[in-house]
């Protein structure tokens, strides 16, 4: 079955706007992280948060491991916000192997 | 400093061509990957390498060979290369369960 599943597949919003993107994540996966994948293709880390809370600027993210879902807050959202917003978890085995979703595509209009 | 570089970033190159893909880390983490993310945006895992040794080989063909000298430099060359080969390629490193990710090398295989 599909190990790491994301909502929704995409997004627009206007500047200024919040929003939420989920994830969703197997009982095979743990240690959750998000990214972002900006216009010009870079991974970039937001945050690496196995369970509980972060925030960083207007960004936060929160997981329920116990639940197995992982939510990413954006909230004032401006232009640069656009890109692909992946999250990935470690698969079982403790290789380190990333196991990613397919991505929220967020598109920010001015 | 870049934290993990990659070069080239970009590659275009023919079919049948053999090509080198080169990353190099400072970070000084044990643990460096391959990712391969196609034309759907979907990221998979290709190798994982601890202190120079092979953990991870995900059934990627045997036309892909992942070399590593030392503990900061994980190249990969691809001998005869397909137009199926396009993508973009990415390096990363983790410390513990935490992954950084290069800036991706995007090849186009014509």
């Known amino acids: 079955g599909i190990q790491v599943e994301q909502s929704p597949p995409d997004l627009i919003l206007q500047e200024g706007a919040n929003s939420t993107l989920r994830c969703n994540f197997s009982?095979?996966?743990?240690?959750l992280q998000w990214f972002h994948q900006n216009p010009w293709g870079q991974l970039i880390n937001l945050f690496y948060?196995?369970?509980g809370t972060k925030q960083n600027g207007r960004l936060s993210a929160t997981t329920v491991a116990t639940e197995r879902y992982s939510l990413l807050y954006i909230s004032s959202s401006q232009t640069t916000d656009s890109g692909v917003y992946f999250c990935?978890?470690?698969?079982?085995?403790?290789?380190?192997?990333?196991?990613f979703g397919q991505g929220t595509t967020l598109q920010v209009k001015p | 400093d870049t934290a993990v570089s990659q070069t080239p970033k970009y590659l275009v190159t023919q079919m049948g061509n053999d090509k080198s893909i080169k990353c190099e880390q400072n970070?000084?983490?044990?643990?460096m990957y391959w990712y391969k993310q196609d034309s759907k945006k979907f990221l998979k895992i290709m190798f994982s390498?601890?202190?120079?040794?092979?953990?991870i080989n995900e059934t990627v063909p045997n036309r892909f060979s992942p070399k590593s000298p030392d503990k900061a430099h994980l190249n990969l060359h691809i001998n005869s290369l397909e137009l199926g080969d396009s993508a973009v390629y990415f390096c990363?490193?983790?410390?513990?369960?935490?992954?950084?990710f290069g800036q991706g090398t995007r090849l186009t295989v014509v």
């Open positions: 970070l000084g983490h044990d643990t």
């Open positions: 990935a978890g470690h698969g079982s085995g403790n290789t380190g192997k990333l196991i």
């Open positions: 390498y601890n202190n120079k040794e092979l953990i």
């Open positions: 990363a490193t983790a410390r513990g369960a935490e992954a950084f």
């Open positions: 948060i196995p369970s």
């Open positions: 009982d095979s996966v743990n240690n």
